[in-house]
């Protein structure tokens, strides 16, 4: 049954307007169902998974909902010494999935914990953290394809997924019904020093998983990236801007930028992207360094301290009561700011439904 929404009250943000109607898809057919008849009306659909990754107009949109609401984890035992396959409905909460299945001796999705949203949704961002990636152990996808009709698996290779991207971000071209990992039970390698300084080894290390995903969530915690209805600073998409990647000449100029700020002396966190032979050698900088230095400090305000920088973290930018455009207006301030500061144009990790950055 279709029922008008407020998509604030099916956001992160807590922001947007109205659409016109919401309905729920429980099945792959369900999805080829719905979508596939407004596709056919030409009406438009908006598919909504957590609705954590979105920044909806505060004049709503003109198109019906559809949220994905495929349940299940089905775990495949792994024969002889290969992985298990695990495949999750698209519509399960993904960090429920992870504290289930790191239980169940999965280490390898322990750094996962935390992240806000849908199952289905992670593969389309290739959502990582703590040095971990969705990519690492993704097996395949069902998916919907829009422009077919027809439901069918697709390899993760086919996903081309790299640094927070996919060939499925930004386009509408298909829905993801579930999705299939290849996973080992075992212990953790830490990648992260970060983590790794917390956990109180070396990284490259390994560690308990469930030790792991405790660490994780106090981290996640301490930068406001839990979901928690208690924490103002949890009213968020998570991070804003993604880490801006840089080729050699715009490192040169940035880094030109940074001394010329700061200091011959200055120092700066940089790490490797890899990445196709074609394009190796870019360097992935810090977005939430830059935004401090840039003169954007924590608890920083924006239009009438309706919405600011989080208080715990720089990259999450936090909705106190105020509107969307509020919060892109001070997007925006960020954004240009750190371009006079450095020459890098941060870029937004959620998807803009309806709305875009100013100028």
């Known amino acids: ?54 920044v909806v107009a505060d004049a709503g949109i003109d198109v019906p909902v559809v949220r994905i609401a495929i349940k299940g984890v089905r775990v495949e035992p792994a024969t002889g010494s290969g992985p298990a396959r695990v495949t999750i409905g698209a519509g399960e909460n993904w960090d429920e999935v992870v504290a289930q299945l790191t239980a169940d001796g999965f280490g ?58 996919s060939t499925l971000r930004g386009t509408q071209r298909g829905v993801i019904t579930d999705i299939t990992l290849e996973l080992t039970r075992g212990p953790v390698v830490v990648k992260y020093a970060e983590l790794a300084r917390t956990l109180g080894v070396q990284p490259g290390a390994l560690a308990p998983a469930q030790r792991v995903r405790e660490a994780v969530l106090d981290l996640r915690r301490a930068k406001g990236m839990v979901l928690d209805p208690a924490d103002p600073d949890t009213r968020s998409v998570g991070s804003f801007f993604t880490n801006p990647i840089l080729d050699a000449d715009q490192l040169a100029r940035t880094d030109r930028a940074i001394r010329d700020r700061l200091g011959t002396e200055a120092s700066y966190p940089r790490y490797p992207v890899p990445d196709e032979p074609a394009r190796a050698g870019r360097v992935k900088l810090s977005a939430a360094w830059l935004i401090e230095r840039a003169g954007f400090t924590k608890g920083h305000p924006g239009p009438g301290g309706r919405v600011s920088i989080s208080g715990k973290h720089t990259l999450a930018l936090v909705n106190r009561g105020g509107t969307t455009a509020d919060l892109l207006a001070l997007a925006a301030q960020i954004r240009d700011g750190v371009e006079a500061a450095f020459g890098v144009r941060l870029e937004p990790e959620p998807m803009l439904i309806g709305v875009q950055l100013p100028g």
């Open 108 to 165: 390898a999705l322990a750094p996962l914990s935390g992240i806000p949203g849908s199952s289905g949704a992670t593969p389309v961002q290739n959502v990582g953290a703590y040095g971990t990636e969705i990519a690492e152990m993704l097996h395949s996808v069902t998916l919907y394809d829009r422009p077919s009709g027809a439901i069918f698996s697709a390899p993760a290779a086919d996903l081309q997924l790299r640094y927070r991207s």
């Open 1 to 54: 049954m279709s029922t008008p929404v407020r998509l604030a009250d099916l956001t992160t943000l807590h922001l947007g307007g109205p659409a016109p109607a919401l309905s729920e898809a429980h099945t792959a057919d369900d999805v080829k169902r719905i979508v596939g008849q407004a596709d056919h009306t030409g009406t438009g659909v908006l598919v909504l998974g957590g609705g954590s990754n979105l």
